[in-house]
């Protein structure tokens, strides 16, 4: 995916190899579709255009791996906090 070897996933470059054939088959063994990719890309895009390999690898090992209870309640928790920040900030204002 990454054609010019810098390390980086620009969206021209992950668009064109959704196209290959190969890597068709290779999203298809995972289970994936391209819709399911092309918001996978969009999620870890931070607005730039671009993604890290690094990412994009962690984040497909990532979603193949079942995710355990604890996972859950970690997120959950996390979101409870940030949902209490933004109340106190609004509470502030």
Request: charged share 30%.
């Amino acid at each position: 995916m990454d054609s010019t070897g810098d390390g980086i996933i620009s969206e021209d470059e992950f668009l064109e190899a959704l196209e290959n054939p190969e890597v068709s088959e290779f999203l298809e063994s995972l289970g994936m579709s391209k819709q399911e990719m092309q918001s996978l890309f969009s999620i870890l895009d931070d607005g730039g255009g671009n993604i890290s390999w690094e990412e994009f690898v962690e984040a497909i090992v990532r979603l193949k791996r079942a995710p355990r209870e604890s996972d859950i309640i970690s997120i959950e928790r996390g979101l409870a906090q940030i949902k209490a920040c933004v109340l106190r900030i609004e509470s502030s204002k």
